[in-house]
């Protein structure tokens, strides 16, 4: 199957400074990117879905200015945690949906724990 | 989307089969049914999906009851690395993002 590579696995940040997470489609062309976060011992919640050259939609409660997404490549989605906060610590999972892909099947990364302190 | 309900935990004995019961009453025409599960500190990965017809593939079987209000997942042979979240999950084509509910904790055990 496809395969989407996030980086890094796992960062630690200092409270008030800003943290990328990039998600890399490896062997597809990825139209669509979604952007999860998950917090421990709860489901994954949708935070925004990406697509290649236009901006981000967030779901209700994300605030865009603090979650940063840049989709400018069919191969590349960015997250960027700005002024990150202890209560920002969570896992963040991205998922793909490329052009001509067979199946409905939903590809995602390995995930990103991150930690604020 | 259509709500989906899974028992929150189940557990297995290795080697014997795991069945896991979703229900999905409010289903749609046009729903798939997916089914995805997390490893512990890893992303999902997919399992298994249909529509109407039961589905086998090399992980698993997908057996979908004739009026699709509920289905089941079936794992012929459980390893410990099949321990995981399992989600159940409606879904059109649209290609819209998977919206995960709780999902079923399965433990393994030797």
């Known amino acids: 199957g496809a395969v989407v590579s996030q980086h890094p696995s796992r960062v630690i940040c200092k409270s008030g400074t800003s943290v990328k997470i990039e998600c890399r489609s490896l062997?597809?062309?990825?139209?669509?990117m979604f952007w999860y976060r998950q917090f421990p011992k709860k489901s994954l919640m949708l935070m925004a879905t990406s697509n290649e050259g236009s901006k981000a939609t967030y779901e209700q409660g994300v605030e865009k200015d603090k979650f940063l997404i840049n989709h400018a490549s069919l191969t590349l989605s960015t997250l960027t945690v700005t002024s990150a906060h202890p209560e920002d610590s969570s896992f963040y999972i991205c998922?793909?949906?490329?052009?001509?892909?067979?199946?409905?099947?939903?590809?995602f990364g390995q995930g990103t724990r991150l930690t604020v302190v | 989307d259509a709500k989906t309900t899974q028992p929150n935990s189940m557990e297995s004995n290795e080697e014997e089969p795991v069945h896991l019961p979703c229900n999905h009453s409010t289903i749609s025409g046009t729903d798939y049914i997916h089914w995805y599960r997390q490893l512990p500190s890893q992303g999902p990965e997919y399992v298994i999906h249909?529509?109407?017809s039961n589905v086998n593939n090399r992980m698993a079987s997908l057996a979908i009851a004739e009026d699709r209000k509920s289905s089941t997942l079936i794992l012929h042979r459980a390893t410990l690395r099949d321990a995981a979240v399992y989600y159940c999950?409606?879904?059109?084509?649209?290609?819209?993002?998977?919206?995960f509910g709780k999902g079923t904790s399965l433990l393994v055990t030797p």
């Open positions: 999950i409606l879904r059109d084509n649209s290609g819209y993002a998977l919206n």
């Open positions: 998922s793909a949906r490329g052009v001509g892909l067979q199946g409905a099947e939903a590809f």
């Open positions: 062997d597809f062309q990825a139209t669509t």
């Open positions: 249909g529509l109407t």
